[in-house]
């Protein structure tokens, strides 16, 4: 059970750095990612649950009412709540196992070729039922939230049946309703072929039948509950083709859903070519790409979402290239991809140090991608993201006097105090002179 820090008035004061983000009203690109419009030695006022000033300390102190909670930063950075714009954090199970196989030597597709990888997940998780599911979410959030995310993109995908696909998007919906967490669902029907769509005589007419599926019931369905803001794909050679996302996209397109792409993650597949064709919101990993696909992304205003913590587990080194991708003009997200095979962490800090280190991405880009950027890619950029007066109330005070260290210090979680919608949700430690008590039982 959450429990909630409740307050019409809050102003935090005395933040070395309020990363502000203040900028364009839109992705930033290029040498935009690196301005993130820091106030020094400023405060933050909060009004039911919307950001009202921001600014030196003594200004916005004389806005504030007489009443009014206040919390001291102490000299800390203050900045938006992390976006977190590709996850799949509602799963059953678990695969320490096959963590185990690729310390060995398998390769993430020798493990699928034998039956491991999402197949695995979606046995587990088809096995649970919606209110175990939701359960096992549970402390998830709270890792999410304690590491300073406010908002995630929450994928189905592990059910890959109408009724399966079915009940972990209303998972998804019980907790944006029922946890401090703000949640965008997306439909992944396309995650992969269920196992008994491959036991045919004829695998191709089984593989065409899953996919009219997906078309036909799934997608429809989920239109007409409202259960989905988004439908991805992941289109791969050896899972969901060009031709076959193709089709998929299309019809969700024609239903009114955003599409978002798993791309050219394992191989140079036109996943990025397909998602500008397309007009995707966004195309993710995207560790292949090459410059034909740079420019179609630049094109189309496509947002680049990367994911350098599952190229991290996986144990590979070929990086999505995020030098390439700023200077061309693409817009950048950072995300977690957050899931139970290839990614199991829920800190976007430990993105941020991965991204500086393995992608040359300086601290103020990564911090903007994880942000601002990830907000618009979501559709959210007028509300999230950045510290601006009239937005939503979605802040952190990180246990750093300079934003960068929060990359830099890698492997230790920095977040002290999140706030959604203007509500303290979470309090890892005491701040100013009124220690505020942890805002969920454990």
């Not at 587990?313 to 950072?334: D, F, M, Q, S």
């Not at 802040?395 to 105090?417: E, K, S």
Request: hydrophobic share 45%; aromatic share 6%.
């Amino acid at each position: 059970m959450f429990l909630f820090i409740m307050t019409d008035e809050l102003l935090i004061l005395n933040a070395s750095q309020l990363v502000t983000l203040k900028g364009a009203a839109r992705p930033r690109v290029g040498a935009e990612m690196r301005d993130l419009a820091i106030l020094e030695n400023s405060a933050v006022l909060i009004r039911d649950g919307l950001i009202v000033a921001t600014g030196a300390t003594s200004e916005v102190a004389a806005q504030a009412a007489s009443q009014c909670q206040t919390l001291d930063a102490a000299n800390r950075v203050v900045m938006p709540g992390f976006v977190d714009a590709h996850t799949h954090a509602v799963f059953a199970g678990t695969r320490e196992d096959e963590y185990e196989m690729r310390a060995a030597g398998f390769t993430y597709q020798e493990i699928a070729a034998r039956g491991g990888g999402i197949r695995s997940t979606v046995r587990k998780t088809r096995a649970a039922s919606a209110a175990e599911l939701f359960d096992m979410a549970l402390p998830r959030v709270r890792w999410l939230l304690e590491h300073g995310t406010t908002t995630i993109e929450a994928k189905s995908g592990y059910g890959l049946t109408l009724d399966d696909e079915l009940k972990i998007l209303r998972v998804i919906q019980s907790l944006n309703r029922d946890t401090p967490l703000e949640l965008v669902p997306t439909f992944l029907g396309a995650h992969e072929i269920p196992d008994e769509y491959r036991r045919s005589d004829d695998a191709g007419q089984a593989r065409t039948a899953y996919i009219d599926l997906v078309i036909s019931e799934m997608l429809p369905r989920v239109a007409n509950e409202h259960l989905a803001e988004f439908c991805d794909v992941f289109c791969e050679a050896h899972v969901f083709n060009v031709q076959e996302s193709r089709r998929i996209l299309k019809a969700a397109k024609e239903l009114g859903f955003g599409l978002r792409f798993h791309a050219d993650q394992l191989s140079l597949g036109g996943g990025s070519q397909l998602a500008a064709e397309l007009q995707a919101t966004t195309a993710d990993h995207i560790e292949w790409i090459d410059e034909a696909g740079i420019a179609a992304l630049q094109r189309a205003k496509v947002i680049a979402v990367l994911l350098p913590g599952a190229v991290f587990n996986l144990g590979l080194t070929k990086y999505a290239p995020a030098r390439r991708l700023i200077e061309a003009g693409v817009g950048v997200a950072l995300a977690t991809d957050f899931n139970p095979g290839s990614s199991p962490t829920p800190s976007m800090q430990m993105a941020l140090s991965i991204a500086c280190t393995q992608m040359q991405m300086t601290p103020a880009e990564a911090l903007t991608a994880a942000t601002i950027n990830a907000a618009y890619s979501l559709n959210r950029g007028a509300r999230l993201g950045s510290l601006e007066s009239g937005k939503q109330a979605d802040v952190v005070i990180f246990d750093c006097a300079d934003y960068r260290q929060i990359p830099y210090f890698f492997g230790i979680n920095h977040a002290l105090t999140v706030i959604k919608k203007g509500r303290v949700v979470v309090t890892q430690k005491s701040l100013g002179e009124k220690p505020i008590e942890n805002c969920y039982t454990r």
